[in-house]
């Protein structure tokens, strides 16, 4: 049964939640709302006071919330955050470590070098020389290359609820992230579904991948739920390179975005944009066997 956190930072089972017949409209956890709350700050800092106001609690709550659930602080996972998206810049394209610094919000790269080195225990220069060494000795696979296909995408607006965990864990998203639509009287027909992945499983500790379950607003129907389960999002528009995929998802689909990054990007002259990378499905993922899955796979371009 999947766990929320209340406004007082305790651990619940969710009534109404997918092993349990009846139940009440669940709105976004205090958890969640920080999530998001550091998440649109961008490279700035977040005001624990203004996080703690916007989710309901006091800034001892706060932090009991944030560390119950991350194992971090709340200044210690937006710090963690920013690096992340470093060490993807640093291991996925060929910026320099000066330009990365500065992208990051560090004044100067000695203060980015510092920080990095704390979080990584090795320095920029070296933590890209041992990923390369680790990672791109994997040679492309012609079949692959051939059938990545490279498109320019407009920005979509999305509704979504955030979940973090493993990437294995995706199936178990969409099932809880269905009944969520179902408590907020959403009709789940007809809705496009888009699952946004913002960390890199090979950089990031298990446990820790953001994953949003999403659906795109659809222009010609008004959707409005009956309880806050879901918040905006926008997806960037720009270059994606995009790759169809079909069969079991842990098994398979699971690998398609790591493997159009290990191996179809490294032989082409793309570079990752630092924009999550998202699965489009064909069909509601919660509702087609578990061995036909089928989506296509899109990852940011520069």
């Not at 809880?176 to 007809?190: C, E, K, V």
């Not at 990031?204 to 959707?223: K, N, Q, V, W």
């Amino acid at each position: 049964m999947h766990k929320h956190i209340d406004e007082n930072g305790h651990k619940t089972d969710e009534e109404g939640g997918p092993n349990h017949v009846c139940g009440q409209k669940t709105p976004l956890t205090a958890l969640e709302r920080l999530w998001w709350g550091i998440e649109h700050r961008g490279d700035d800092w977040p005001d624990l006071m203004q996080l703690a106001e916007t989710a309901g609690l006091s800034l001892f709550g706060l932090n009991r919330v944030f560390r119950k659930n991350t194992g971090l602080a709340p200044l210690a996972y937006a710090r963690a955050k920013r690096l992340n998206g470093a060490a993807i810049l640093l291991c996925r394209t060929h910026k320099t470590i000066l330009d990365i610094a500065l992208t990051s919000g560090y004044q100067s790269q000695q203060a980015f070098t510092r920080a990095f080195s704390r979080e990584y225990d090795l320095s920029p220069a070296q933590f890209r020389v041992k990923f390369r060494e680790d990672i791109y000795h994997a040679p492309p696979i012609p079949d692959l290359v051939r059938a990545v296909q490279v498109m320019n995408l407009p920005a979509q607006h999305l509704l979504g609820r955030r979940y973090l965990g493993n990437y294995a864990d995706v199936p178990a998203h969409w099932l809880d992230f269905s009944w969520h639509l179902r408590m907020a009287d959403i009709d789940p027909a007809g809705l496009t579904y888009m699952g946004l992945l913002h960390d890199d499983p090979y950089l990031t500790p298990p446990g820790h991948i953001r994953y949003d379950c999403a659906f795109l607003l659809p222009e010609h129907r008004s959707i409005t739920p009956r309880s806050l389960t879901c918040v905006p999002i926008t997806l960037t528009g720009g270059r994606y390179a995009a790759l169809d995929q079909h069969g079991p998802y842990i098994e398979r689909i699971a690998q398609t975005i790591a493997t159009l990054v290990t191996q179809w990007l490294p032989a082409t002259s793309h570079q990752l944009a630092l924009v999550p990378a998202f699965e489009r499905f064909h069909h509601a993922p919660w509702a087609i066997p578990s061995d036909a899955w089928a989506l296509t796979a899109h990852v940011g371009l520069i």
